[in-house]
């Protein structure tokens, strides 16, 4: 239900704020064409 989505939507959050911070980005705007990867 729509509890379980915000609760998703929740730990999909901290994941990236996490592998942001690992990563030395504070911000978006420092994420750079070199940092992403293509496929």
């Given at each position: ?8 939507i ?15 980005i ?11 990867r293509?496929?």
């Amino acid at each position: 239900g729509e509890a379980g989505v915000a609760r998703a939507i929740s730990l999909l959050h901290a994941e990236i704020d996490r592998d942001l911070a690992l990563l030395g980005i504070r911000s978006l705007k420092e994420i750079t064409p070199d940092l992403v990867r293509k496929y």
